[in-house]
């Protein structure tokens, strides 16, 4: 399909405004230098390794796929199939180096490229490809920089000996399996000690999991591509930890990982000790443990639990350089801190991350009144008030390291990264597009129980005309969609200036308002969902009188798809279209670690899955309905999709499917922006 739209055309162009930003900015232990990754500008999709001077942003090329590879073309399937899936879980789209990992001094940097392993002399920007076992994947410096630990055939190996450190005994062995990377945010599966005589590594089987399979209907003589899948209810991967010693010594790290299978974290705290966050099935307890790695053995350092599930806080658990813990201490309605136990003063806040420390204090990013705003905030341990560093609103996030400070804060107007701190003071350089449009959502909360809302007219919409709704959703676990980051209200635009009022609500569940309304969705998705939706709709209908409540449509994608199946199935008389994208229409087809925190599990709670899927309720559809699946959803297998297409037709209700094919949860290059110009001839035949 060719994108004549103006709009479409420019975001598919430009990576959805996002090539020529720099990103997976990593600051030196001194932070006196910085390595990013960013391409030559804003329709180059190839990122290059820059250094950069934290004194002065004086940038220098360390490394330009280009030049190592000549004639690469960036083709995905050029890829090792591990790195494509891990990939899709931690949602990188970018070609050229995709990722890289450097020694603490930014001396020396490692990447691949398309399974070719590269060590980076960041001095002088030498580049040198080391020999490899097999397509290479994830490489990891030893902290002196002189050798390369990566994953090749499931295999982990140390340059230069090619032979596997791992012992060949049918596992995977340095990787982190599907529900580590999609679901609890720990996307590696190494990591060397200190003085890089040895290394831990994650030993994950997977042979006790179902095959999902993925087949090309484009070619139907291929073989089909499969891989193992934790399953709601069913069996997850055997997680085991190793130190495998560079002189053959093999240790087993030991805990009860039969009470708590998920490895959440892991890092060497010294030579002598490692640390790990370890959490049971259903994540309502979670253990800080502190292992030996002479003997194995470990001792519970911190142990945080909740009667609902215990919602991810990235930074936490942790212990501070003085020995103290760090963890989690949520009221009802605050995300706060506790140091041994005792919570911190962070009142008027909501504590979202822990970036680091910066002077002798915990480095945040929280919210602060609003949720629709970010911002960084110093909390100090030892009592006294937060500071907050951010200069106003906005969408604020940090990074810090040797005094040094990096602070993007993002709004209408633009992005702007600044670096701060002893050695002086700089910014970084974006060569990403101009947004087209400067978009000022009008937010609001509404209903007694304060949902962050945003609606988007039309530019140079005149009031008095009536306008269809279109309900741009997602309202699912984990994702804030009313915020005040600029470039997720570009689409929105280009929507509203097609001749809708766009709306979006952020309904109870989905994060960053207050524990006590994420967590009212436990055991139970839809209810609440539809109904926050459809009050927070009228609640704006009441102060929007152009919003026309008789022709209401819903788009969303993955969860987003889900509600927007729902809401045609369930509240006809509310919505009257939907395009729903790779929705997952029964949640016991979904993945363990992300269904069983919220729903429990299958067995226990079988009215509740019941109660979410939307399969059942394919007889009842009497609204049009546009399914749109990639053939290639690795996430939200494609199944999903053509299940509850397979019930309607049974049921002879008519609806509309678009396949993918070839095309992941990401929908990449340009498929977005197709996918945006289908909707839109969709809704508009269906809404008038």
Request: net charge negative.
């Amino acid at each position: 399909m060719t994108i004549t739209d103006p709009f479409l055309s420019l975001s598919a162009r430009t990576g959805r405004f996002g090539f020529g930003a720099p990103r997976a900015i990593t600051l030196g232990e001194d932070g006196t230098r910085l390595l990013l990754l960013r391409s030559t500008g804003a329709e180059d999709p190839v990122d290059r390794l820059l250094l950069v001077d934290a004194a002065t942003g004086e940038e220098r090329l360390v490394a330009d796929p280009a030049a190592l590879v000549p004639g690469r073309t960036g083709d995905p399937a050029a890829l090792p199939a591990v790195e494509r899936r891990l990939r899709e879980r931690i949602r990188l789209t970018a070609a050229g180096i995709g990722s890289f990992a450097a020694t603490g001094d930014l001396a020396v940097a490692v990447f691949t490229l398309d399974g070719r392993l590269f060590r980076a002399d960041t001095a002088t920007g030498s580049c040198t490809e080391l020999p490899v076992a097999g397509p290479a994947f994830d490489p990891r410096p030893a902290p002196a920089g002189d050798r390369v630990a990566y994953v090749a055939d499931d295999a982990l190996h140390v340059t230069p000996d090619r032979t596997p450190l791992s012992p060949a005994d049918g596992a995977r062995w340095g990787v982190a399996e599907f529900a580590a990377a999609e679901e609890l945010g720990r996307s590696r599966g190494h990591w060397w000690r200190p003085d890089g005589g040895a290394l831990l590594a994650a030993r994950v089987d997977e042979s006790a999991l179902v095959l999902r399979h993925f087949a090309d209907p484009a070619r139907p003589g291929e073989e089909p591509e499969s891989f193992a899948y934790p399953l709601a209810g069913g069996p997850n991967a055997d997680v085991q930890l190793w130190v495998l010693g560079l002189d053959g010594g093999k240790v087993r790290l030991r805990w009860d990982d039969a009470e708590f299978p998920y490895v959440c974290a892991a890092e060497w705290s010294g030579t002598d000790e490692l640390l790990l966050t370890v959490a049971d099935r259903l994540q309502q307890r979670v253990l800080l443990l502190s292992a030996d790695p002479a003997t194995g053995t470990t001792t519970e350092l911190s142990r945080t639990t909740d009667e609902f599930w215990v919602d991810d806080l990235p930074g936490t658990p942790a212990r501070l350089a003085d020995g103290r813990l760090l963890t989690v201490h949520d009221t009802p309605d605050a995300r706060g801190l506790a140091l041994d136990g005792k919570p911190l003063d962070t009142a008027g806040l909501q504590i979202r991350r822990v970036v680091g420390r910066l002077d002798g204090r915990l480095l945040c990013e929280t919210g602060e009144g609003d949720p629709v705003d970010q911002h960084v905030h110093l909390v100090d341990p030892d009592g006294g008030a937060p500071e907050r560093l951010s200069p106003g609103a906005g969408f604020h996030s940090a990074l810090a390291a040797g005094g040094t400070l990096l602070l993007t804060s993002a709004g209408p107007d633009g992005v702007r990264r600044r670096l701060t701190g002893p050695h002086g003071e700089a910014e970084l350089t974006d060569l990403a597009a101009e947004l087209p449009f400067t978009v000022r959502p009008q937010f609001a909360r509404v209903t007694e129980l304060a949902l962050p809302t945003a609606v988007v007219y039309p530019r140079g919409h005149v009031a008095g005309r009536r306008l269809p709704v279109l309900l741009d959703v997602y309202g699912g676990p984990g994702y804030q969609a009313v915020a005040a980051e600029p470039r997720r209200w570009q689409l929105r635009q280009w929507w509203a200036d097609q001749g809708f009022a766009v709306v979006t609500t952020d309904n109870r569940g989905t994060p960053f308002v207050s524990p006590e309304f994420t967590r009212a969705i436990f055991r139970r998705f839809s209810q609440v969902a539809l109904d926050d939706q459809v009050a927070a709709l009228h609640a704006l209908a009441a102060d929007h009188p152009d919003l026309d409540l008789g022709r209401v449509g819903v788009r969303g994608w993955s969860y987003g798809g889900y509600f927007a199946a729902l809401a045609v199935l369930r509240r006809p008389d509310v919505f009257h279209a939907a395009c729903a994208g790779a929705p997952p229409t029964d949640f016991r087809h979904y993945d363990t670690a992300y269904t069983e925190r919220y729903l429990g599990l299958p067995q226990e709670n079988p009215e509740g899955y019941a109660a979410d899927c939307l399969v059942d309720d394919a007889p009842g559809l009497t609204r049009p309905l546009l399914l749109v699946h990639g053939l290639a959803d690795d996430n939200v297998h494609p199944s999903h999709t053509l299940l509850l297409s397979q019930a309607l037709t049974r049921a002879g209700r008519p609806h509309s499917v678009l396949p993918l094919p070839g095309v992941t949860h990401m929908t990449p290059g340009g498929v977005q922006e197709q996918v945006a110009t289908a909707e839109l001839a969709f809704l508009r035949g269906a809404l008038g």
